[in-house]
């Protein structure tokens, strides 16, 4: 039976796809940089053998920087207090239901020592804008700092702080206090979605402490939030403004719908969309850090992350002490599935191996 009008439209189609498709994947193995119109094409892929064909070279451009191996963070969520109001997030301060705590320095160096042993190869210590530091600037903050410089001392090992928009003398202090990652997602690069995502936030200041933070000596690490409104013309811009900001870590996580926000009933994107950001992002950033989240879907998404090129694996916290993760509070934490033990047959699984982690650590 020959082919109908329709299916030899279709056919076609494909074919153009395939071929166009086929030029940007062979482009980007050659470290050729790839246009916003291309970004936007692989944005819109959907056929499952192009899919196949973009996560495979992903994964080639990954050897070719990297080799096999695997980065492991700790996460720890030092206070769930916040003084903003972010319209996707669990902790904004008119959530009355959200679970707040303020983690001891103790409690928090402890963990960080448990993390280290357990083969992490950095200690993320995060916070929201907790207004116990915040309002207080000179003297609260200090706290933190001194956290950090605690913390560095317990487990020698990179540290990166998430604490929100310091003022720039903070920054300074936490760079001198032995911080060397300094995160601050955007989550998008549109204003107008900014403001409906971080309503009464200043698009510009946050964006400026990033670069304010390489000035003091900080790696960077910048992030969009996948599933909240923004169009394929807007990641593309964000991976834009990414290049633009040398961001050394880049990071994409879907949505998840927090109860009790204004996003709660805001439907979650297709799972596959954060797999086909990470392998975008190899193809245009193939000697950065992208990280593989386990605060989305858990243990059981990590192999689709990895396999899509991501090589970090984010979002490792200690069980059963009372730590909470961002978008997922309490996924797989106390069945201690977000720990190193549990991550490693997954990176046997997908030829993978955990990085060295230097020596005199
Ligand atoms: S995303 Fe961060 S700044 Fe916004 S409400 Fe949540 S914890 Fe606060």
Request: net charge positive; hydrophobic share 40%.
């Amino acid at each position: 039976m020959g082919l109908t009008q329709v299916d030899a439209a279709r056919y076609n189609i494909i074919t153009i796809m395939g071929i166009k498709l086929k030029d940007i994947l062979n482009k980007a193995e050659k470290g050729g940089r790839l246009t916003k119109e291309e970004i936007v094409f692989v944005l819109g892929l959907r056929q499952k053998d192009h899919i196949d064909a973009l996560f495979r070279t992903a994964r080639e451009l990954r050897r070719k920087y990297f080799g096999n191996d695997v980065l492991l963070y700790g996460f720890l969520y030092t206070s769930t207090y916040c003084r903003n109001n972010c319209s996707f997030c669990y902790y904004r301060v008119s959530n009355r239901d959200s679970r707040r705590y303020r983690k001891e320095e103790t409690e928090i160096i402890k963990a960080a020592v448990d993390l280290a042993r357990s083969g992490v190869h950095l200690i993320d210590l995060t916070m929201g804008e907790d207004p116990q530091f915040f309002n207080d600037k000179a003297h609260g903050l200090e706290s933190f700092v001194q956290l950090v410089k605690k913390v560095k001392a317990a487990v020698n090992l990179p540290i990166m702080v998430s604490p929100g928009v310091v003022p720039e003398p903070m920054l300074a202090r936490l760079a001198k206090a032995g911080a060397d990652w300094f995160a601050c997602y955007q989550e998008t690069h549109n204003r107008e979605l900014f403001k409906k995502l971080r309503p009464g936030q200043d698009y510009d200041k946050r964006f400026n402490t990033k670069k304010l933070a390489r000035k003091y000596g900080l790696l960077i690490e910048e992030g969009i939030l996948l599933g909240v409104g923004e169009t394929s013309e807007d990641i593309a811009h964000s991976i834009e403004v990414k290049r633009t900001l040398k961001a050394d870590q880049v990071r994409a996580m879907n949505f998840v719908p927090q109860k009790n926000t204004p996003m709660s009933n805001h439907p979650p994107p297709d799972p596959s969309k954060e797999l086909l950001i990470i392998a975008l992002m190899r193809l245009v950033f193939p000697e950065k850090l992208i990280p593989a989240t386990l605060d989305v879907e858990g243990l059981a998404g990590l192999k689709r992350r990895l396999e899509a090129g991501a090589n970090v694996v984010t979002s490792i916290v200690p069980p059963q002490q009372g730590l909470a993760g961002v978008a997922r509070s309490f996924l797989d934490i106390d069945n201690a599935h977000r720990t190193a033990g549990s991550v490693l047959p997954i990176l046997e699984d997908c030829g993978l191996k955990l990085a060295a982690v230097p020596s005199g650590n």
